[in-house]
């Protein structure tokens, strides 16, 4: 029945990160497709507008398209099942003039958040042809697009924030580079003795110090400040 796979975009072309993903969609929509004699199946990826599509003939991508549709405005809460297009009462009006297969289950797939990330689902050329066997089995096969597609999802919110940690520790060791750097001179104030530092901020010897060094500034008293301080114990 199913003579040749034809992708709504490249299948295997993606980078290395999605490739796995690619091959687990291919061989879900064939497996259900396949289990449930269904002539056409899809699984679409809304994020990026991704599809991939398990189609009988190549004209077969535009009526799946009219179910694709369909299934994101009608099976939000449960699975669309559409036993007769021409007689389902929610698709009366919108039907008329469109291509679509005569019969279709689709499942709209959520993230654990409730965000909705795509759908999936197989259509049928004759009406009555979907039982119940097969809406558990295409809701099966549903729920694994789906943990795929939740695994991606969390997958690249850790690359992205792996990649955020690292632009930060990057700009984080030039600041420090930069703040440790050798100096040829060090602007000490005259008056006070503070030192201006590269931010042009006054700070204290002890400060400037440990601002560009890994040493620990401690306190004491030479001998010509410890005689001016505590004469009565100098002599």
């Given at each position: 029945?199913?003579?040749h796979?034809?992708?709504w975009?490249?299948l295997?072309?993606?980078?290395?990160?999605e490739?796995?993903l690619?091959?687990?969609?291919?061989?879900?929509?064939?497996?259900?497709?396949?289990?449930?004699h269904?002539?056409?199946?899809?699984?679409?990826?809304?994020?990026?507008?991704?599809r991939?599509?398990l189609l009988?003939t190549?004209e077969?991508?535009?009526?799946l398209r009219?179910?694709?549709r369909?299934t994101?405005?009608?099976?939000?809460?449960?699975?669309?099942?559409v036993?007769?297009?021409?007689?389902?009462a929610r698709?009366?009006?919108g039907?008329?003039?469109?291509?679509?297969?005569?019969?279709?289950?689709g499942?709209v797939?959520?993230a654990?958040d409730g965000?909705?990330?795509?759908?999936c689902?197989?259509?049928?050329?004759?009406?009555?042809?979907?039982?119940?066997?097969?809406?558990h089995l295409?809701q099966?096969?549903?729920r694994?697009v789906?943990?795929?597609l939740?695994?991606?999802r969390?997958l690249c919110?850790a690359?992205?924030?792996?990649?955020?940690?690292?632009s930060?520790?990057?700009?984080?060791s030039?600041?420090s580079?930069?703040?440790?750097?050798?100096l040829?001179?060090?602007?000490?104030?005259?008056?006070?003795?503070a030192?201006r530092?590269?931010?042009?901020?006054w700070?204290?010897?002890?400060?400037f110090?440990a601002?560009r060094?890994p040493?620990?500034?401690?306190q004491g008293?030479?001998?010509?400040?410890a005689r001016?301080?505590?004469?009565?114990?100098s002599?």
């Open positions: 029945m199913h003579e796979l034809v992708p975009s490249p295997h072309r993606t980078a290395t990160f490739s796995d690619d091959c687990a969609f291919e061989d879900l929509i064939a497996l259900a497709a396949h289990a449930a269904a002539r056409d199946a899809w699984i679409h990826r809304i994020e990026d507008d991704r991939w599509s009988a190549e077969a991508a535009e009526s009219a179910a694709l369909w994101l405005q009608y099976g939000a809460r449960e699975p669309l099942v036993v007769d297009v021409e007689r389902d698709l009366v009006g039907a008329s003039g469109v291509r679509a297969p005569r019969a279709f289950v499942f797939l959520c654990h965000v909705t990330m795509g759908s689902g197989v259509s049928f050329d004759a009406p009555n042809a979907i039982d119940v066997q097969c809406v295409v099966r096969v549903a694994q789906e943990l795929c939740r695994m991606r969390e919110a690359r992205d924030a792996l990649d955020t940690l690292g930060l520790h990057e700009r984080s030039e600041h580079a930069r703040e440790r750097a050798p040829d001179s060090i602007p000490i104030c005259a008056g006070c003795k030192v530092g590269d931010d042009a901020q700070r204290t010897v002890e400060d110090i601002s060094t040493l620990r500034c401690t008293l030479c001998p010509q400040c001016k301080m505590y004469p009565e114990f002599r």
